[in-house]
């Protein structure tokens, strides 16, 4: 089990890399050197994962084991660069908008992008050496492999040119974690305490980790001078010390995702509950009222991909509704609630909410019949028109209306009144067909 423990921490930077790519970072050249890093140091752990080693030797043909290896190492090689390449984004950012603040926006801004783009120059510049270095050292030294291991031949050259191929990438690694580093310790000391400061230590610590499982790499080196033989994919140790580091950097960026995160969750729970409050009310009018459908090529009863929208869009659809039943509201509605609530007292607090259900049911079982109600007095029309309350916020608007519908499912008055409405309405039918 420990071999596979390297695929869910490579994996953890791969899924990372997906996150950041969609996140919005104030610095664009920040984000990018974070996806870079993280894609590249997921991808470099999955590659160098023992069972990966294993399959490619399973081919049969041992160059592709070895070019595996180094390819992983590259990745690996690539990841430190775009790590490197972090600090000197971040302090560009920092630069550019201490500018803004001090209204020197251009110049600032031309001084640090100047800046970044000499200092991005210099670290792909080093990497390129770096990579040429190693290549030409793990050439020289033409290793085979004897299991999982690299080997060479008992010449001490080739057992200091491999030394000297794993050397080089751990001293790359370490100068670019170590930029980074006191990067973030400035900035963990400037932010102090809170969920900022918290979140550059947990991080920080990432790092430290990092440099540890980095440092690891000095015992293959001293095993390669001394006997020719080297670990290829990443052992065990390996797996603890990137789980560490892993864990340490998820921690980091969620002390200050957790409260965004948490508060996005909050919001589609609720707007998911109140989108499934106003079914039954919803789903009575767009039966006999299906051009209020916004979408009606949404049939399956599946919830929604998007809660907010369709909560809104619920909301819109079920106002449409109410002004349509405006001219199918009967005027005998206050008369018949009347009769019902001294049945069915309603809670004070559901009294409007109870009149207003009360005069959408009976609407809606005239409009079922396609009648249209007799003439009355004006102010008994208006007395008998579903309500139409409206608040500042779609918030306050859906609450409105998921009380709305459960009183409209619930409420016994109301269903009183549905049913008197629903006699009247079969009444008028047999009076309508005996006179045919």
């Not at 080089?168 to 990067?183: D, F, K, N, P, S």
Request: proline content about 6%.
């Amino acid at each position: 089990m420990s071999n596979l423990a390297l695929y869910p921490v490579g994996l953890f930077f791969v899924l990372s890399a997906a996150h950041f790519a969609r996140s919005r970072i104030d610095s664009r050249a920040a984000a990018r050197y974070t996806c870079y890093g993280t894609a590249l140091l997921g991808a470099a752990l999955l590659v160098l994962a023992p069972p990966t080693i294993r399959a490619v030797q399973s081919t049969g043909v041992a160059v592709l084991a070895v070019l595996a290896i180094v390819l992983g190492d590259g990745l690996r090689d690539g990841a430190a660069a775009a790590i490197r390449l972090l600090a000197p984004a971040l302090r560009a950012a920092d630069a550019a908008a201490h500018a803004a603040q001090a209204g020197n926006a251009e110049a600032a801004g031309n001084a640090a992008r100047a800046v970044h783009r000499h200092e991005v120059r210099g670290g792909l510049a080093l990497l390129g050496t770096v990579l040429g270095l190693r290549l030409a050292l793990i050439t020289a030294a033409a290793p085979g492999l004897s299991g999982e291991d690299l080997t060479v031949g008992p010449e001490l050259s080739a057992r200091l040119a491999l030394a000297g191929y794993t050397a080089v990438g751990m001293l790359h690694t370490t100068v670019c974690l170590v930029a980074l580093l006191r990067e973030l310790v400035r900035r963990a000391r400037a932010a102090g305490p809170g969920r900022l400061g918290t979140g550059l230590r947990l991080l920080t610590g990432g790092l430290v980790a990092g440099l540890l499982w980095n440092a690891w790499s000095m015992d293959d080196v001293l095993r390669a001078a001394a006997t020719g033989i080297q670990d290829g994919p990443e052992d065990t140790l390996c797996a603890v010390l990137g789980g560490l580091c892993a864990a340490l950097i998820a921690a980091g960026l969620g002390s200050t995702l957790w409260p965004a995160a948490a508060g996005a969750v909050r919001g589609w729970v609720h707007a998911h509950r109140r989108y499934r409050a106003l079914t039954p009310l919803w789903r009575d009018l767009h039966t006999v009222l299906p051009q209020i459908a916004l979408d009606p090529a949404r049939r399956l009863p599946l919830p929604p991909r998007d809660p907010q929208f369709a909560l809104y869009r619920r909301i819109i659809e079920i106002h449409d509704a109410r002004l349509i039943l405006r001219q199918h509201c009967d005027p005998r509605t206050a008369q018949w609630l009347d009769q019902a609530t001294r049945r069915f007292p309603p809670p004070c607090d559901h009294a409007a909410a109870t009149a207003e259900a009360a005069a959408l049911a009976a609407a809606l079982e005239l409009a079922a019949s396609g009648a249209v109600p007799e003439a009355a007095a004006p102010e008994a029309v208006l007395s008998a028109v579903p309500g139409t309350t409206v608040t500042d916020t779609m918030d306050g608007e859906a609450e409105h209306l998921a009380h709305l519908a459960r009183v409209y499912a619930t409420c016994p008055a109301v269903a009183e009144v549905r049913t008197r409405a629903r006699a009247e309405r079969a009444r008028a039918a047999s009076a309508a067909g005996a006179l045919r």
